[in-house]
């Protein structure tokens, strides 16, 4: 059973920073894409920031030049570098992985993580 785990988030003030980590039980971790996303309160999920599992990078506009994905392959963790923070960044913020291998699709997602920024 692939499990991920998220830490790091928490309530901040406005213009401070968080670091968020995703750790994967999985072989292969490079092999995976993986996703950011978030949900505000009474809104939809979106997601927030990508990397392709070449390393290509894709952000929301809202979050571009204030967040930054990352990935550690040795220890199966993906980040997401939180700067910058204002309100409206406040959300359950979730990770995922996947990978497609033949016609199967593999699909993960973390519990959810929630991060509060206060003006």
């Known amino acids: 059973q692939v499990q991920l785990v998220e830490s790091g988030g928490g309530l901040v003030q406005s213009g401070e920073s968080l670091t968020l980590s995703c750790t994967a039980s999985?072989?292969?971790?490079?092999?995976?894409?993986i996703g950011w996303y978030r949900q505000p309160p009474g809104k939809q999920r979106e997601a927030v920031a990508t990397m392709t599992s070449g390393g290509n990078t894709t952000y929301v506009d809202s979050v571009k030049g204030r967040f930054t994905i990352a990935r550690d392959v040795a220890w199966a963790t993906a980040y997401l570098q939180l700067n910058n923070l204002k309100p409206e960044d406040t959300a359950v913020y979730y990770c995922?992985?996947?990978?497609?291998?033949?016609?199967?699709?593999?699909?993960?997602w973390g519990q959810g993580i929630q991060v509060t920024v206060s003006s």
């Open positions: 999985v072989s292969a971790f490079s092999l995976y894409a």
């Open positions: 995922q992985i996947h990978r497609t291998s033949g016609t199967e699709t593999y699909s993960y």
